[in-house]
């Protein structure tokens, strides 16, 4: 009995190892695109800039973004090569378990799933908040709850997420172009009307700098790179893979780089370097959407309000489709139900994954409707327990990546990129441990909360390795497919 059991695993193993694989036809710019809008540039601008800016470094801000993508472009280099060589699907899961074996890489695998499952219920509460108040002020229509628009958006994306990439892809890109184009109106109106006091490069002096806390400044700035690695569990879905997801990485690491640093610098001169300090104390909520009525008009004003939806809803898509991947492998590997690991027989796209991912959404942000949470609290808290865990998930990465090179050096030209990786990881650890220290900042949650979030995420990872020592031990075959092996 117990052999006949085995032997239907190891045939729906073997049945799955062969149909369990996506397909799409992303290019350069929509993986780029689809990757950045995760990010929600428009939702950094307006909500996460002016606090790095009060509670980080103050006018040296925009030189720790440039300095904080300097060090995630290491981190990508170790990647994008360790990804080559593999050529698997899987994300995070994969090079993990590739790196530091299947019980590290079953937990970054569950700790990657809480991750992003987490950032798109903070993308839902942040756009249930938003659309409401698009609809009653731009459009002066009916006043509802956000979790009416948060259940919304939740339909629409469920939608989307059943067909192939390519779909999500080109609406992703037409949101992302809106957005990029406020941003840069923005930036090139207070550049031609000379800020507010001309236009002064402070932000780069030493003084500047190393002003404030530079600890904390550091870690909202690695927070700006939130999704650049989505690139690499898109690997199916995109043309020439090998040429694609390498130029696609280092446009997003470099265009979110460049983008954040001079929109924070036009920021801060907007106001001016002695005035903005006071500005975001005052106004922290309203500093960036005050700024940009003054510079680039009402109508631009309008404009954000909307686009802090829209660039909502493109984050809380994006996380979708990364998180239902991750559902998909580890059904594909058997750790959850097979049926989730099989993709569509037309569009190609992990169908069930997506459905059951919407379910639980559904669920979890009921019980975050019936227990009154208010919904500001409850976007940011979930925002900077996301911060958190993938903060975990890069230190793990980029010792996954070290190790493997090193490992694997003897095929030539892995010495660098693992160097890079490892120096990565010495910093990423550190920032882990700013982290830790100031988890209170990150989530605002204090005392018993605070401690309960900490322990959640790191049980959930932890969790995740015991339930691999437990496949070990009772279902060899599982085990034998950790991180889509």
């Not at 998909?328 to 590997?333: E, I, Q, S, T």
């Amino acid at each position: 009995m117990s052999t006949a059991s085995e032997a239907a695993d190891a045939e729906v193993a073997m049945s799955s190892e062969s149909t369990a694989s996506l397909r799409g036809n992303m290019g350069v710019l929509e993986l780029i695109f689809t990757v950045v809008a995760y990010n929600g540039p428009v939702v950094v601008f307006l909500g996460f800039i002016p606090v790095a800016v009060l509670l980080g470094n103050g006018v040296g801000t925009p030189v720790t973004f440039l300095v904080c993508g300097v060090i995630v472009a290491m981190l990508a280099v170790g990647l994008l090569t360790m990804s080559a060589r593999l050529k698997r699907p899987g994300g995070f899961y994969a090079l993990i378990t590739a790196g530091l074996g299947r019980v590290a890489g079953l937990g970054s695998g569950f700790a990657a799933l809480t991750c992003y499952f987490v950032a798109l219920l903070s993308a839902y509460a942040l756009g249930g908040i938003a659309l409401n108040t698009t609809v009653v002020d731009v459009f002066h229509g009916p006043d509802a709850p956000w979790w009416v628009w948060a259940g919304l958006m939740l339909v629409v994306t469920t939608v989307l997420g059943h067909f192939n990439i390519n779909v999500s892809g080109r609406i992703l890109t037409v949101f992302l172009v809106f957005e990029l184009v406020l941003m840069i109106a923005y930036d090139i109106s207070v550049l031609a009307k000379g800020g507010a006091h001309g236009i002064g490069f402070d932000s780069f002096t030493p003084d500047q700098i190393f002003s404030g806390s530079i600890s904390v400044a550091f870690l909202f700035g690695m927070g700006l790179f939130g999704g650049f690695e989505a690139t690499v569990i898109f690997r199916d879905e995109v043309r020439k893979p090998e040429r694609t997801i390498p130029v696609a990485t280092y446009g997003v690491v470099a265009l979110l780089a460049g983008l954040y640093a001079v929109t924070a610098w036009c920021f801060i001169n907007s106001y001016g370097a002695a005035a903005v300090m006071g500005a975001v104390d005052k106004n922290l909520v309203g500093a960036s959407t005050s700024s940009i009525k003054e510079y680039t008009g009402q109508f631009a004003y309008d404009a954000a309000t909307v686009m802090l939806f829209t660039s909502s809803f493109a984050l809380a898509l994006a996380a979708h489709n990364i998180t239902a991947r991750y559902v998909f492998n580890l059904g594909a590997d058997g750790i959850f139900s097979r049926s989730f690991g099989q993709p569509h027989e037309r569009h190609v796209s992990p169908h069930r994954a997506s459905l059951a991912l919407s379910v639980t959404a559904l669920l979890v942000l009921g019980i975050f409707v019936a227990a009154d949470v208010p919904e500001g609290d409850l976007y940011a808290r979930l925002a900077g327990l996301y911060s958190y865990a993938f903060v975990i998930l890069l230190v793990l990465v980029a010792l996954a990546t070290g190790v493997y090179l090193l490992r694997d050096r003897v095929h030539g030209k892995a010495v660098g990129p693992a160097v890079a990786s490892l120096v990565a990881f010495v910093v990423l650890c550190v920032t882990l441990v700013l982290a830790t220290v100031n988890f209170d900042l990150l989530t605002g949650a204090t005392g018993t909360l605070k401690n309960v979030l900490i322990i959640l995420i790191w049980g959930v990872t932890l969790g995740g390795g015991a339930f691999a020592l437990y496949l070990k031990r009772n279902r060899a075959e599982v085990y034998n497919s950790i991180g889509r092996q």
